[in-house]
């Protein structure tokens, strides 16, 4: 026996042998949550959207969820008004979410996306980029890569190149189970032709459409919104789409009503409630984990006042047409209208309407 092997053998003896090299167990299967907030929306405590009720219902649940929430684009002061007005930094949150999903995305697990108002534009885009570029596997998830990847989206998400880099650094397929949104809205830009003509190039690459890597996609709709900057960005069913399911539904009330944006109004919520417990309910029937008895939290009442459009800066967007309903076979109006006699609710908002599209 050689020295080198007479002094281990001593060593083994006195010290016991040293601690085998152990691989870690490979982790279950995650599901990953991203929401993404509408304008000037937080997590303040009592002023939460849907979004952020969705955000801290989600923090209930066992560690096997993994839950991302960005804010919807904060009004701090007259200097960053461009901004909350043009959808100016929507390219921002969807690739800080691009990037945070990459970076924890394995094969198997399961993703859900979530937005309301701006920022269902934004899940809705985040999706697009996924289904038309790829997500980039984990190792593969640098600033650099995830700056490349939306260049392509931006400008050839069709090209040679990037079909190349997809099958280079992404995964070879991605299953959405779902994108769940209250409202969207584009808003990419000011609805006043000057301002557009600056602002639609750039963000006119977008793709908000439900693409094949979607299993799943549920819109929350409002009624009774009438501001045309607030114009609905729809779902059109396509007949070779692969996925399950595309529900569109329309509630009573306006765009705040059903985004849970209230502000100082409270007595909106038990109306707002209704199509919030009916989203996150798809979401749990298509395998989103919740807190028991969570929907006994959200009271519902079909009967509840409205937020309505002539609140907060709403009250200045004078541009108005009633929302035209049934324009795709994916669309249908939830039982709760029908609660409520027409007359009173809408009488209001007539002299700003023009005819309902028939549905």
Request: charged share 20%; net charge positive; proline share 6%.
């Amino acid at each position: 026996m050689g020295i080198r092997s007479s002094i281990r053998s001593w060593m083994h003896r006195h010290f016991g042998r040293p601690p085998a090299k152990v691989t870690p167990p490979r982790r279950g299967q995650t599901t990953h949550v991203i929401i993404i907030d509408g304008t000037m929306s937080s997590l303040a405590r009592g002023h939460e959207t849907h979004a952020g009720l969705t955000y801290k219902l989600l923090q209930e649940v066992g560690s096997d969820v993994s839950v991302y929430y960005e804010p919807g684009i904060q009004w701090s002061n007259w200097r960053n008004a461009y901004d909350v007005f043009s959808g100016k930094g929507i390219n921002r949150q969807i690739r800080r979410a691009y990037g945070w999903l990459a970076s924890r995305y394995r094969q198997g697990d399961k993703i859900y996306l979530i937005g309301f108002s701006r920022g269902a534009y934004a899940v809705r885009s985040l999706a697009g980029v996924i289904d038309l570029v790829g997500l980039l596997r984990t190792e593969n998830a640098t600033e650099r890569n995830i700056r490349t990847i939306y260049r392509h989206y931006e400008c050839t998400p069709d090209s040679a190149a990037a079909r190349a880099f997809k099958h280079a650094q992404c995964h070879d397929t991605v299953r959405i189970e779902m994108v769940g949104v209250w409202d969207t809205v584009k808003s990419l830009g000011l609805n006043m032709p000057i301002f557009w003509r600056l602002t639609a190039p750039r963000h006119a690459f977008h793709n908000h459409a439900l693409g094949d890597s979607v299993a799943n996609g549920f819109h929350a709709l409002a009624r009774d919104e009438t501001r045309v900057a607030y114009a609905p960005v729809m779902w059109e069913s396509r007949p070779d789409w692969p996925g399950e399911q595309l529900v569109q539904m329309w509630f009573r009330g306006a765009h705040a009503d059903v985004g849970g944006q209230l502000g100082d109004y409270p007595e909106a919520r038990p109306l707002g409630n209704i199509p919030f417990v009916w989203l996150l309910g798809k979401a749990f029937e298509v395998g989103l984990p919740l807190p028991e008895g969570w929907a006994s939290r959200f009271p519902q009442d079909a009967a509840a006042p409205s937020v309505g459009t002539f609140r907060g800066l709403g009250r200045w967007l004078m541009t108005r047409k009633q929302r035209r309903v049934g324009r795709d076979p994916s669309e249908s109006i939830h039982p709760s209208v029908a609660a409520v006699p027409e007359k009173g609710w809408t009488e209001w908002m007539r002299p700003f309407a023009r005819k309902t599209h028939p549905s």
